[in-house]
T-cell receptor
Framework: NAGVMQNPRHLVRRRGQEARLRCSPMKGHSHVYWYRQLPEEGLKFMVYLQKENIIDESGMPKERFSAEFPKEGPSILRIQQVVRGDSAAYFC??????????????FGSGTQLSVL | QKEVEQNSGPLSVPEGAIASLNCTYSDRGSQSFFWYRQYSGKSPELIMSIYSNGDKEDGRFTAQLNKASQYVSLLIRDSQPSDSATYLCAVRVNRDDKIIFGKGTRLHILP
């Protein structure tokens, strides 16, 4: 499968635990985006990364949230000390390298995070 | 604050008619515009992209862009029940390359 791979599909955490969401981009893609979606809402931009570099994290809360995209391995979105308000669908998308204005996003299937 | 605005709907259109979806954006420097379709419980998929003023046609879909009015639209001809979904407008912000989405318009095609 050459598409964007996200895991897990469903993640249940209790308040105060940590959540780790993984995303492997499409082959040949070096840019990764993370978005959060609440029911009946659009996609809210969180962070934009390329290998070993955060390009834009202006949509990510300053506390408890972090993201990385190491040289080897998937991109990780980490949420520490989760609260009920973190419950949402988290989508990862990838795009080809180059930063050209005509890039298009390819989305993974998403991770549904539920905080009890 | 850069924004993308859409009417949330639902927009109900009879089967076989033309569905018209609209979107406005706030950043005048935006250069790239996209329409994504999202079925309930699924991930968004790209259906159209447009970069220049005017119309761009792809099968039953036509995207229209008017940069002076900061307005982009999507027309779906010969609407089918399978077109029932949420349509997300997305804009690439010129300076920093992040892509911002509107909240989407729910489209319901009436059989």
């Amino acid at each position: 499968n050459a598409g964007v791979m996200q895991n897990p599909r469903h993640l249940v955490r209790r308040r105060g635990q940590e959540a780790r969401l993984r995303c492997s981009p499409m082959k040949g893609h070096s840019h990764v985006y993370w978005y959060r979606q609440l029911p009946e809402e659009g996609l809210k931009f969180m962070v934009y990364l390329q290998k070993e570099n955060i390009i834009d994290e202006s949509g990510m809360p300053k506390e408890r949230f972090s993201a990385e995209f190491p040289k080897e391995g998937p991109s990780i979105l980490r949420i520490q000390q989760v609260v009920r308000g973190d419950s949402a669908a988290y989508f990862c998308a990838s795009s080809p390298p180059g930063g050209r204005v005509n890039e298009k996003l390819f989305f993974g299937s998403g991770t549904q995070l539920s905080v009890l | 604050q850069k924004e993308v605005e859409q009417n949330s709907g639902p927009l109900s259109v009879p089967e076989g008619a033309i569905a018209s979806l609209n979107c406005t954006y706030s950043d005048r420097g935006s250069q790239s515009f996209f329409w994504y379709r999202q079925y309930s419980g699924k991930s968004p998929e790209l259906i159209m992209s447009i970069y220049s003023n005017g119309d761009k046609e792809d099968g039953r879909f036509t995207a229209q862009l008017n940069k002076a009015s900061q307005y982009v639209s999507l027309l779906i001809r010969d609407s089918q029940p399978s077109d029932s979904a949420t349509y997300l407008c997305a804009v690439r912000v010129n300076r920093d390359d992040k892509i911002i989405f509107g909240k989407g318009t729910r489209l319901h095609i009436l059989p």
